[in-house]
């Protein structure tokens, strides 16, 4: 009888159901996307990252040898300072690359290395790397690391990493130029036939941090015209993470990370909670983004050796493949396939997906995308881009690009883009951690909790 009982047994019992409804009201309310906060609100990383002091020191901007460093407007009141090939042809132009850089900021060794990617490729008689091409690296300053840097127009970012997420600058002041638009800003440039009337392919690229960029600008970025006769290409080295369309995970080890004790998970940067588009284009629904991502020209480069844990460790990216930025990318191509229903093998790919449904009634189970895969290529730009895989990426139509290594029992569809690697089919080539056991979801924490709560209110 509830008056028998004594009044601190009452107020302990009282107590614990007050913490478990609080718990429940916490884990249920991730399970509603909230699309109205400002776009500086809306990347989880930011919310977790620690204060750093990544990046060049404060001075004078280098400038490489070939190149310029100019500043392209995005709005009337605000523009990005770009390295850019000195004195270009525009009339001549047949290509364009947008090199992001990395986590480091330092886009003129970026520039450097896509443009001396591009020479010996040209010098090699690479089938569509030509000498009439135009490279620019964007550079995203710091206000904390690069004050004097940068002029009062251009734009630079409070955090070091939130760019890569298409987040807001905070210079100029009152600006709310993300990332995203400053990629737009050079689309656009270089889509305007008055200026460059023969162009023909521009192509994004990224490695690491500029990676992450890349891979969401793939994702959510308007794109060309559909009567546009240009090209557009993304290129995506070795990211931390990729933003995922559903609230599926490819890792099953609990004791790497789990969806029950890693609320952020889907939140954006990591999935489309929170997402509230972009600048260019309306937002849409994750399907209707994902209908139209399958389509792009998309080529995910990952070198194989990338497993040094100095990257993005939060839960939100471990729940993507596990602790190295190699197995999340290879998760993340089994991933791709299975949302899209494609009959890609995946055969020895890690990461498992139990019970996820297929969007293959939106993408007709295809998916225009390739996977390279550069045996000897640690988490390193030059050697990915140098080596014979990545060159491949860049510059050969997507039949064409190089496969590189794939995991033993994996079948080959064609010889003609199988390159040979040391470890090719190979057990040491297969050594990326599979996961097993089922999936969490968000809803299925909310029961758990709701359960607890359940059986509190029964004792008092």
């Known amino acids: 009888m509830i008056s028998s009982r004594s009044s601190s047994t009452m107020s302990a019992m009282s107590m614990v159901l007050f913490v478990l409804l609080t718990l429940a009201a916490s884990a249920c309310a991730q399970m509603a996307p909230v699309r109205s ?10 919310d977790q990252d620690p204060l750093n002091k990544e ?3 404060h001075g004078k901007p280098t400038v490489p040898s070939g190149a310029s460093l100019v500043s392209l407007p995005i709005t009337s ?7 850019w090939t000195a004195n270009p042809n525009n009339a001549t132009a047949t290509n364009a690359y947008i090199m992001m850089h990395g986590k480091l900021r330092d886009g003129a060794n970026y520039w450097s290395v896509l443009d001396t990617v591009l020479e010996q490729a040209v010098k090699a008689k690479h089938a569509g790397a030509v000498s009439t091409s135009i490279v620019t690296a964007p550079q995203f300053y710091s206000t904390r690391l690069n004050s004097g840097q940068y002029t009062n127009s251009q734009i630079a970012f409070a955090d070091t990493n939130v760019w ?11 600006t709310n130029v993300t990332s995203f638009d400053a990629l737009d800003a050079l689309l656009a440039e270089f889509s305007d ?12 690229v990224g490695h690491g941090g500029g990676a992450q960029l890349i891979s969401r600008y793939a ?3 308007a794109g060309l015209p559909s009567g546009s006769k240009i090209q557009l290409r993304y290129v995506v080295g070795d990211p931390s993470s990729n933003p995922y369309f559903t609230l599926d995970r490819p890792l099953q080890d609990t004791s790497v990370a789990d969806k029950a004790t890693c609320p952020l998970y889907n939140r954006w940067r990591y999935g489309f909670d929170r997402f509230n588009g972009t600048r260019a284009a309306p937002l849409m629904t994750p399907q209707q983004y994902f209908a139209r991502f399958v389509t792009r020209d998309v080529r995910w480069v990952v070198g194989y050796q990338d497993t040094t844990n100095d990257g993005d460790d939060t839960c939100m990216a471990k729940l ?13 191509w089994r991933y791709l396939n299975t949302l899209a229903g494609t009959n890609q093998d995946l055969t020895g790919f890690p990461g498992a997906l139990p ?9 007709n189970s295809t998916l225009a995308h390739r996977l390279t895969v550069v045996y000897d290529a640690d988490h390193n730009a030059q050697e990915v881009y140098t080596s014979i895989e990545g060159t491949s990426a860049l510059f050969d139509d997507s039949s064409n690009v190089q496969l590189g290594w794939r995991p033993q029992g994996w079948r080959n569809v064609t010889t003609a883009t199988q390159t040979k690697s040391p470890a090719a089919g190979s057990a040491g080539a297969n050594s990326s951690p599979a996961a097993t056991i089922g999936s969490y979801r968000a809803v299925a924490a909310c029961m758990v909790l709701a359960a607890f709560v359940s059986i509190a209110v029964s004792l008092l």
């Open 55 to 57: 990046g060049e020191d």
């Open 320 to 332: 993507q493949g596990g602790e190295a930025r190699r197995d999340r990318n290879l998760a993340w």
């Open 164 to 174: 890569q997420a298409g987040e807001a600058a905070n210079r100029p002041i009152g």
């Open 37 to 46: 906060r400002p776009v500086r609100a809306r990347d989880a990383f930011s």
């Open 193 to 204: 036939t008055a200026k460059y009337p023969n162009m023909k392919q521009i192509t994004f």
């Open 355 to 363: 019970g996820m449904t297929s969007w293959a009634n939106v993408t």
């Open 77 to 83: 009141d605000a523009s990005v300072a770009t390295y």
């Open 219 to 221: 994702v959510v970025g």
